[in-house]
DNA sequence: CCCCTGTGCGTACAGTGTTCGCATCGAAGG
DNA sequence: CCTTCGATGCGAACACTGTACGCACAGGGG
């Protein structure tokens, strides 16, 4: 809220704004969280500092008293999101269950935030918060414990499919939602095109969309996919357990 | 190249510029190779239309009319770096070689424009150009011949898991070649932060990076990491594939 | 009372993608 | 040969962007 109103050309002590105690005032947090909220709204380029700033009732460049640029702002953005993902603690017997649940649970964190997966391919998921810290070490206890002599390989090798997978579908859902329509309005308006362009291809047209009329819906499709994919690299993982 | 010359303020017909043939005029495909050029060079944020015309002797916007807008220029420059990943033919028994050749074509290829998995996260592999469709296309064929009853369902597994540690390398590579330094004296300035910060982490510290004092080439490490990964999914295919 | 530190913000700069209308070209048609 | 025309290049302009700088003001401690 600026302090010398528009409407009042003239600036005095009297036209002034007595307080600004109608919110708790612009902090890192705030900036961070309103962040998000956009990102999660508007997408990753609709956010700009001049917005932001607006949202916060404040200017754009007050916002540099709380954050050094645009980027560190990302990372902070990254960093309370990763928050969200669940894992589970180390010690249960049945590993597959708690890995499973720990890359479905990043897979969700990243439909959510679509933008996680750009931000990323951009910065690396190295050297990166507290928050992604301690996702990573309860990743490491949980894969101590299952038994695997090279914890981090298993790791990064279950974590790149659910990268991989994620991201591609978060650029699909961000398609999707430039689209304004629904996914399985989306899919229909698709598929004739979709068929057309893959007919001069035989396999790709034997092994593509399914043409069955019986329309799935498309979300559950995602879902077995993701799960089929995760399956297969944990089949692949259980043969290199000891014993 | 303008044509008429800066150091000339009267134009006329004597002081403007004979010919210009010294380029092969402006075509899509030399904008697209020289955008590629520079993005393999400069990175994808130092790609702008007005350096790129530069670049091409010409004004930034010359090349509007060749190129609809830059999201499409950069689709261009994807399905022209699609041709670069190598599929071998169908039919080849050892369908584990074939599938390792693939996967590791498209690595190298992402590892060479690092840029490509940002704009692949951004756009989706969806709907894409005919090199791209014909690498889709060779997949489908390689794995159908290998005998995968859901064909569709093993690319998905295996290229998530390749797209997915392609694209947490190429941005640890940008991060790299940002610093100016090499892989390895990045590596070796960057671990005593790396384990002080991760000395809070009881797991990390003990399944982090090698406290050994032989340092290993560390692209030799990202090699191993990425064939061991591949080497997981395949054998948990392999497990999947009749009889 | 004064000063000092922290916070907000108006202005400005260099850069971006893209649109518009004008200038100019090579080729086609009479 | 002259004219017309469609294709091509481009300068200027618009609406933005991230960010540096310096001033204005607040509250608190000496």
Known sequence: MSRAKDKNPIPSVWTREQRRTDQPALSRDAIVREAIAMLDAEGIEALSMRKLGARL???ATSL??????????????????AAEIHVPP???PDWRAAVTEAAGSFRTTALRHPWLTLVLGQAGLA?????????SERL???FTAAGFPEPSRAIDAVFSYVIGMST???AWLTTVARSGETEAEFVARLLPTAQQVSAGYDH???????TSAEATDPAKLRDDKFAYGLEVVLDGLALRLPK
């Open 57 to 59: 009732n404040a200017g």
């Open 64 to 81: 540099y008293r709380h954050v050094a640029t645009k980027d560190e702002l990302m990372e902070l953005a990254v960093d309370e999101v």
């Open 90 to 92: 180390a010690g249960d």
């Open 127 to 135: 050297y990166l918060g507290p928050n992604y810290m301690s996702f």
């Open 140 to 142: 490491a206890a949980l």
């Open 168 to 170: 591609t579908e978060a």
């Open 204 to 210: 790709l047209a034997a092994a593509g969309p399914e």
